[in-house]
């Protein structure tokens, strides 16, 4: 909304919103282009690289990590519902769980996990019952539904992963500043050395990658997976032995 604003105020100027996330920030993104195609805000676009989750689970499952079980992602699942899960565990049953944020919502959830799989009697678990309902946010989904459509998108260790990608409607073409100023996006190239896509795919632990620890810190991050605070490599930095 900020960008619109500053769109509104700046006539003279395009302004170009990044849009990134998965389907809990995409819901506003969509938001935004909705409100500029009614109020006819036409310096206004959208660099979309927004994901979704399911269809990346489902490619984890049919990959070579061995999947013992997911706790599923409570923001995420607050917008599409623990249904949209469904068809996903129906193909392959691991044990599952959607978690909260509080240590309380976490520990539920690990708990749940390790029941199910010590018992070998995998469920669907949703440990966030507070937030997340079986259909979601259904605005949202519909605004989601409206503004974007299912594209393949390349993931950092899996690839490219068929309608696991966002992308702006033909008919909000206007908003996509990708076609409105004919973006050349460059290929990703991997730090020399650097294994993210391993660690984040669980094929490896951070300190089985040679930079970890070494070159590659939190003060000089060199792949992604240590670049942001949430990665895996910087928590087990902070956290790990």
Same mark, same amino acid.
């Given at each position: ?84 899960? *469904? ?7 691991? $044990?599952?769980?959607?978690?909260? !944020? +509080?240590? @309380? /919502? ?26 997340? *309902? ?7 989904? $519909?605004?989601?539904?409206?503004? !974007? +459509?299912? @594209? /393949? ?89």
């Amino acid at each position: 909304l900020d960008a619109l604003e500053l769109a509104r105020n700046n006539i003279d100027k395009e302004i170009i919103f990044l849009g990134v996330g998965f389907e809990t920030t995409a819901p506003t993104i969509a938001a935004s282009i909705d409100i500029a195609s009614r109020q006819s805000i036409s310096n206004y676009s959208v660099l979309c690289a927004n994901k979704v989750v399911p269809p990346a689970l489902l490619a984890l499952l049919s990959g070579r990590t061995e999947i013992d079980g997911f706790i599923l992602p409570g923001h995420v699942s607050t917008i599409i519902g623990s249904e949209s899960y *469904t068809p996903i565990f129906e193909k392959h049953p691991v $044990a599952c769980s959607i978690a909260g !944020f +509080e240590p @309380s /919502d976490m520990l539920e959830a690990i708990y749940e996990l390790a029941v199910q799989i010590s018992s070998g009697d995998p469920k669907l678990h949703n440990s966030y019952r507070r937030v997340v *309902t079986a259909n979601g946010n259904i605005k949202a989904k $519909a605004l989601l539904n409206r503004i !974007f +459509e299912a @594209s /393949d998108a390349e993931w950092r260790g899996i690839g490219n992963i068929p309608e696991s990608g966002l992308s702006i409607r033909d008919e909000f073409s206007s908003y996509d500043a990708a076609k409105k100023f004919n973006v050349t996006i460059e290929e990703t190239v991997e730090p020399a050395g650097c294994r993210c896509g391993e660690i984040l795919t669980g094929n490896i632990k951070p300190a089985d990658c040679p930079l970890f620890g070494n070159n590659c810190t939190p003060s000089h991050p060199i792949g992604a997976c240590m670049v942001s605070s949430e990665g895996t490599c910087a928590a087990h930095f902070k956290y790990g032995s």
